[in-house]
């Protein structure tokens, strides 16, 4: 069964290093989502691609994070610089289309900000 | 902000017992999700229930839906350890595109 792959699995960082995240979403799906899981909570949409351009960026904080998904397929997000606030799990999922589909999760890389 | 907001926050229970958790929502949606969290990894995706539909069965679990109500009832039936985990809804706003947003979730422990 395909999988949303996410690497690394765990991040430790120190406060104002510069932090990467990648993503490989499904084969076939154009619609990709990064969240933030902050422990004890659901997670909360950051950013959401549909193909190659970004459709809801609304609770990015953009001064320190940045994203992308240059050909539409894997990608990419970005903290720099890192703050402790940001430790956290960060999901990445996929899915067909961007309305009234199901998404499917990556196993998340988990964020340690020291 | 989150838009979802389950009820209990905690449930244990004894194996063959059955375990109900409850979402409720705020505003018009497209559709409501239930996904399951293993402690530390990724969410997995266990039922998707259309706003026009009321009643959702796969294998032990059952969702209902009530718009009028703006609430959501998981039911997992003759519960295991294997289901313990924490259980979340997201919904997806009748206004967004594709936009999930989750509640706080449920921790479920289901003890032998």
Not at chain 1, 21 to 31: E, K, R, V
Not at chain 1, 34 to 55: A, C, K, M, N, T
Not at chain 2, 52 to 70: I, P, Y
Request: hydrophobic share 35%; with cysteine.
């Amino acid at each position: 069964e395909a999988e949303v792959a996410q690497s690394p699995r765990y991040k430790i960082t120190e406060k104002s290093q510069a932090v990467a995240f990648w993503c490989d979403p499904i084969s076939g799906h154009a619609t990709l989502y990064w969240y933030r899981q902050i422990l004890g909570q659901g997670p909360e949409l950051l950013v959401q691609f549909q193909d190659e351009s970004v459709v809801d960026d609304s609770q990015l904080p953009k001064d320190r994070f940045s994203a992308e998904r240059l050909k539409g397929v894997d990608s990419t997000l970005k903290i720099q610089p890192a703050e402790l606030g940001d430790s956290a799990m960060y999901l990445c999922a996929s899915s067909l289309g961007p309305r009234g589909e199901t998404q499917y999760f990556g196993p998340g890389t988990r964020l340690l900000v020291l | 902000s989150q838009q979802g907001e389950e009820d209990p926050q905690a449930l244990s229970i004894q194996e063959g017992e059955n375990a109900t958790m409850n979402c409720s929502y705020k505003t018009s949606i497209n559709n409501l999700q239930w996904y399951r969290q293993n402690s530390g990894r990724g969410l997995v995706h266990l039922i998707l229930i259309r706003s026009n539909e009321r009643e959702k069965h796969s294998g032990r679990l059952r969702v209902t839906l009530d718009t009028s109500k703006k609430s959501s009832s998981l039911l997992i039936t003759a519960s295991r350890a294997a289901d313990t985990a924490s259980y979340f809804c997201a919904t997806d706003a009748a206004d967004s595109w594709g936009k999930l947003q989750f509640g706080a979730g449920t921790q479920v422990v289901v003890t032998p």
